[in-house]
């Protein structure tokens, strides 16, 4: 990557070692905890689902009955189940939606219960690495034939098999990326609902199922179009390694993983988050799953301007706990967003300077550049002007996925017809310049220049002040995104639990011994 900044290197690696300080005594207490849904996760990627007559997923059936034992691992007690029962897995989750109890039943010895769980874990890793070696065969098979950055665009209609018939269009009119946007406030939900949904508000349900049905639907666009189209959905909120397991499982190419953002914008409890991005990401890894993370959302209650700095700082981080968790640097679609307000002068020139400089830093990251939004007004053709100045912005600093901005923004749900004049828009953008990267040097004293030296300074005294403080401290005072969370606060903290001596998790064992991480 050239770099046209000049950015300093020891500062970069400065920020750099800052941030493994700060994720460090996060870490040491991720590895001594585990939560309801890294043990519902785990549930599932041995094969636990199905659901009751009411619609409570086999996985929180499970959970609900070891309350007190789940120190232990719930895959101890799971495949002890299956041993003693001599059922399938399939049989054992019937008995277990019919109201079976395992938790009631005594262990058996600990090497055949070994031998088993190792038997699933070792089905999970097949299933996985055959979803990945067909999506690296398409990649191969199709290659050169999808736009750079790729085009991403959304659908959200609540109904999966509606979603189906708006993703299909959007693919064929040249999306490369097609997200399913989760109905309101499913993050806050502590379950997976099962099965199809047709009904839901703002987005369709995030189930196994509507995975599968999304995955079939997109695999036949990719055979009509000759182009491979990414399936992305949402591994974040309150199942977030849940949702990373099913997205593995049905082949899902990207997800939203973000390290903070559930902490900030939903105020799901701290201790809580950190556990559970740690193993969705130790999934989304071995998946070779490419996660999103959310710091496009500081934008919507800081000030693109003033509060630059904390993007990267918060960059930096999500980097550091992606590495943790054994994710590459191609699989981090670290975030950032276009939100100046346009009423500044030389605006432009100063997203210039932020998405180059993100570029310059995280060079082998395929970074997620989203729309601007705050200051769409419900003026169309403005808007259409705003976005394609986006347009021309990341393209020419040389992003890697981008979200296509709406002309419609603040008006209501994206239309075909929107997204179709989004990606015209997008692609005459890209088309007219496309070599003018390489084409152009920046003012060493200029504006641009200037800018990024600034805000990459600004980060590292920022994460300075975050290694005094403490990440879990500085959370608490509202350092970033001007929002406070209490440590001892917020949803599923509950949900919680020290691991105990005897702790068993065969997944994550074989997770860490794959992805090269400590023990």
């Given at each position: 990557?050239?770099?046209k900044?000049?950015l ?11 941030a493994?300080r700060?994720?460090s ?16 996760a ?9 659901a009751?007559?009411?619609g ?14 789940l120190e ?54 097949e ?20 736009c750079s950055?790729l ?5 959200a ?17 040249g ?6 946007i ?8 502590d ?24 995955r079939a ?8 179009e ?36 559930g ?14 991005q740690?193993?969705?990401?130790m999934i989304?890894?071995f ?14 209650t ?5 509060k ?28 950032h967003?276009?939100e100046?307000?346009p ?20 060079p ?6 989203m ?12 808007g259409q ?20 901005g ?5 008006i ?6 929107d ?5 015209e828009?997008?692609k005459?953008v ?14 060493k ?5 200037k ?9 590292v ?16 005072q ?6 406070k969370r ?17 702790y068993y ?6 997770l ?5 991480l400590?023990?």
């Amino acid at each position: 990557m050239e770099n046209k900044l000049a950015l300093s290197q020891e500062r970069i690696d400065r920020a750099r070692e800052l941030a493994k300080r700060i994720v460090s005594p996060v870490q040491d207490f991720i590895v001594e905890h585990t939560t309801v849904t890294v043990e519902r996760a785990t549930l599932r990627l041995a094969g636990a689902d199905g659901a009751d007559v009411d619609g409570v997923p086999v996985p929180n059936l499970v959970v609900d009955q070891l309350k007190g034992k789940l120190e232990n691992g719930a895959i101890t007690y799971y495949v002890n189940a299956l041993l003693k029962t001599g059922e399938t897995v399939e049989g054992l989750n019937r008995k277990i939606a019919e109201g079976f109890r395992i938790g009631e039943l005594p262990l058996g010895d600990k090497a055949a219960i070994d031998r088993k769980a190792k038997e699933l874990v070792l089905a999970f890793a097949e299933r996985v690495k055959r979803n990945r070696a067909h999506r690296e065969a398409k990649l191969e098979q199709f290659k050169g034939r999808n736009c750079s950055p790729l085009l991403y665009v959304i659908v959200a209609t609540g109904n999966i098999y509606e979603d189906v018939k708006q993703a299909q269009a959007a693919a064929g009119q040249g999306a490369d990326v097609v997200a399913v946007i989760r109905t309101t406030a499913q993050s806050l939900l502590d379950y997976v609902p099962y099965g199809a949904t047709t009904e839901g508000f703002g987005g369709t349900y995030a189930t196994q199922e509507n995975f599968r049905i999304m995955r079939a639907a997109l695999d036949e666009v990719i055979e009509k179009e000759q182009r491979y189209v990414y399936l992305t959905n949402y591994a974040s909120g309150l199942c977030m390694p849940e949702i990373a397991a099913m997205g593995a499982l049905e082949r899902l190419d990207m997800m939203l993983n973000d390290s903070m953002y559930g902490i900030l914008f939903r105020d799901i409890n701290m201790y809580r988050t950190f556990v559970d991005q740690k193993f969705s990401r130790m999934i989304n890894a071995f998946a070779g799953v490419i996660i999103n993370t959310g710091e496009d959302n500081y934008l919507t209650t800081s000030d693109a301007v003033e509060k630059a700095h904390t993007v990267l700082a918060s960059q930096f981080l999500n980097e550091r706990f992606a590495l943790e968790a054994g994710l590459p640097p191609k699989q981090m679609g670290l975030g950032h967003a276009f939100e100046m307000n346009p009423t500044i002068e030389n605006g432009f020139l100063l997203e210039v300077a932020q998405a180059q400089m993100a570029r310059e830093i995280f060079p082998d990251a395929p970074l997620k550049y989203m729309p601007p939004t705050k200051f769409m007004t419900g003026d169309i053709f403005k808007g259409q002007v705003q976005d394609a100045l986006f347009n021309f912005v990341s393209k020419f600093t040389n992003q890697g996925i981008h979200l296509l901005g709406m002309l419609t923004e603040a008006i209501h749900t994206p239309f075909m017809m929107d997204r179709s004049i989004a990606l015209e828009n997008a692609k005459y953008v890209f088309n007219n310049i496309q070599d003018l990267s390489g084409e152009i040097e920046f003012k060493k004293d200029g504006i641009i220049v200037k800018r990024a030296h600034q805000v990459l300074e600004e980060a590292v005294t920022f994460l300075e002040t975050i290694e005094r403080t403490g990440l879990m401290e500085a959370m608490e005072q509202g350092e970033f995104a001007e929002i406070k969370r209490p440590r001892d606060m917020g949803k599923g903290l509950d949900g919680l639990v020290k691991k105990g001596p005897e702790y068993y998790n065969p997944f994550e064992a074989y997770l860490i011994n794959e992805l090269g991480l400590k023990a």
